[in-house]
């Protein structure tokens, strides 16, 4: 069809510092993604976190998603700020998204349960996969963890393999935030760092073995280790 591509890609119900609107505004927002080789109309189509309205919200009819590209609609419930904020907002706790046509004809939907603050709920592989709970990536490719990056080892961790307590060390002196992602791209545990920190213990009982990638963002960069959990 006409819409053959266009998909909600990523969610984020919560969001305190991930990303913010033209009013510098940080709102919950929904990401659109266009995984086709042509251009898609928006108009005519609907948003909605309504399940017996699927027409809540219209996207203006001038919208349009060129080929590989993303879109943010900003759910605040504050359309004065422009066409790409709709008329509700996500719940935290967990909800249904509808995106649909004028035919009433349901082009993607996702449910989704509780999520925490600047935690999104998007597709891995980007654009065709299953939503996972991920490390955020707004108007960007959801495949965050490339080869490249996990040569980049900019953190000490030990022991590796880890049981219980993973020690992290830092030459920088400017750690903000860890994460630590599973090969999936997964989100299993993500931690911001009051102060910018030369070191940490990191209880990681409840981590299941397998191999990880501790995703460290500093100031200006963000680093990748591969960790290893053994109990």
């Keep these: 069809s006409t819409y053959d591509g266009l998909v909600i890609n990523e969610l984020m119900a919560s969001n305190d510092f991930t990303i913010s609107d033209e009013e510098g505004e940080f709102d919950d927002w929904i990401e659109l993604y266009n995984n086709s080789n042509t251009e898609i109309s928006l108009s005519g189509l609907y948003l909605s976190d309504n399940e017996s309205n699927f027409k809540k919200w219209a996207f203006d009819p001038s919208a349009v998603l060129a080929p590989n590209a993303y879109m943010i609609i900003w759910c605040d419930e ?31 939907s996702i449910s989704y349960g509780s999520l925490e603050t600047d935690i999104s709920f998007g597709r891995i592989p980007n654009g065709t996969g299953e939503f996972k709970v991920l490390s955020p990536t707004p108007l960007a490719n959801n495949n965050t963890v490339s080869a490249e990056q996990l ?3 900019k953190t000490l961790a030990f022991p590796n393999p880890a049981d219980e307590i993973l020690n992290l060390f830092w030459q920088d002196n400017q750690a903000k935030q860890i994460d630590i992602i599973d090969p999936a791209g997964q989100l299993l545990l993500s931690k911001k760092l009051a102060h910018n920190s030369s070191q940490i213990e990191l209880n990681v009982r409840h981590i299941p073995n397998g191999n990880y990638i501790l995703k460290t963002t500093f100031k200006s960069k963000t680093s990748f280790t591969q960790i290893s959990i053994q109990h």
Excluded at 82 to 107: C, D, P, R, W
């Design 78 to 108: 504050d359309g004065s700020q422009g066409s790409n904020h709709a008329n509700f907002k996500l719940s935290s706790g967990g909800e249904t998204i509808i995106l649909s046509s004028e035919a009433g004809t349901v082009l993607d």
């Design 151 to 153: 040569l980049e080892n």
